[in-house]
């Protein structure tokens, strides 16, 4: 069976989309999903399925959750050689090395067409550096993300698609842990952290 990492987008955040990390492993489980493994408290899951495509995938874990918690969350969905890919495709590793949760990669629904890309990555986004590769969007934010002009709507009105982003040490973390042996512990174990 396949694994997939699947990316929710702003769970846990604030007091809005709470969603407990056990509650979601035992859902998807009972649902079929096996070696369920989750990190952090901010919608990282790591998967197998039969399911065979990512749209099947990110469809069949949204309908979940809005089933079972009321909650209407989208989910982005990558395969673990995806996520090599683009910690490869870095074009900021050293700020990348040196600012890992200052960096981040949003993992973008859909591909922004050419002019979009092009135009978003001529754009002067200063202090902040960002450019897109395909469906994901890299970003640097010296002073910090909170403190950011790239905000995610600015970034998704730009590109005309969204998405969810997770900092470089989060996207490593998640090819580790999708890379490793499944943990046992308990139903589906959390990961360390």
């Known amino acids: 069976m396949p694994t997939w990492i699947a990316l929710l987008r702003a769970v846990n955040l604030g007091k809005h989309n709470k969603l407990g990390m056990p509650d979601l492993r035992a859902a998807l489980a009972d649902a079929g ?6 990190y952090l408290q901010s919608g990282n899951v ?5 399911l065979r495509s990512e749209p099947k995938v990110s469809t069949e874990i949204s309908g979940l959750i809005r089933q079972r918690f009321g909650l209407d969350v989208p989910v982005a969905v990558r395969t673990v050689d995806q996520l090599t890919a683009c910690i490869e495709a870095m074009p900021f590793r050293a700020q990348a090395d040196q600012m890992p949760s200052r960096t981040l990669v949003t993992f973008l629904d859909t591909e922004p067409t050419a002019e979009q890309a092009r135009a978003f990555n001529a754009a002067d986004h200063a202090p902040d ?3 897109v590769i395909g469906r ?5 934010h010296p ?7 790239l905000t995610p709507l600015r970034l998704h009105r730009a590109l005309g698609t969204v998405g969810t982003a ?12 999708a890379a490793g042996p499944p943990r046992r512990a308990g139903r589906g174990g959390d990961a360390v952290r």
Do not use: I, P, Q
């Open 33 to 38: 999903f096996a070696d369920v493994r989750t």
């Open 46 to 50: 790591v998967c197998t399925s039969r």
């Open 136 to 140: 994901a969007c890299y970003s640097v």
């Open 166 to 177: 997770r900092n470089w040490r989060t996207v490593h973390a998640l090819v580790e842990l």
């Open 143 to 149: 002073n910090g993300v909170h403190k950011s002009r």
């Open 129 to 131: 550096a960002a450019r």
